[in-house]
């Protein structure tokens, strides 16, 4: 799999605080984008898959809902089923 899960998916932050605020100092792999889903979940990216038409639209949604100046981790408005299916589908098209 080349995507990877950075922690277990559980969450025991505070509303509105930045989900990956301890995990910001772990080393994200070369050529890999850290990202959060809806429920917290950290995964890294291979940038490869950005150009995706369906990672795209993912990106389109963020911006929708949080904006382009979100700091820190990348965050994706969806669930984590649904992201990592999305990204599964885009490794597949993407070999």
């Known amino acids: 799999m080349a995507w990877r899960k950075k922690n277990g998916g559980e969450s025991s932050l505070s509303p509105g ?5 301890d995990d910001e ?4 792999p070369r050529g890999h ?3 959060v889903t809806g ?4 995964v890294v990216v291979p940038v490869r898959l950005l150009r995706d038409p369906r990672i795209a ?14 700091p820190g981790v990348l965050r994706i408005p969806c669930d984590v089923g649904h992201f990592h299916r999305v990204v599964d589908g885009a490794l597949h098209r993407a070999d």
Do not use: H, I, N
């Not at 605080?17 to 605020?21: D, E, Q």
């Not at 639209?57 to 979100?70: K, R, S, V």
């Open 39 to 42: 429920c917290g979940e950290r």
């Open 57 to 70: 639209e993912l990106l389109d949604m963020a911006a929708q809902q949080y904006g382009y100046g979100q």
């Open 33 to 35: 984008v850290p990202m």
């Open 17 to 21: 605080a930045s989900p990956c605020r």
């Open 25 to 28: 100092r772990e080393k994200v």
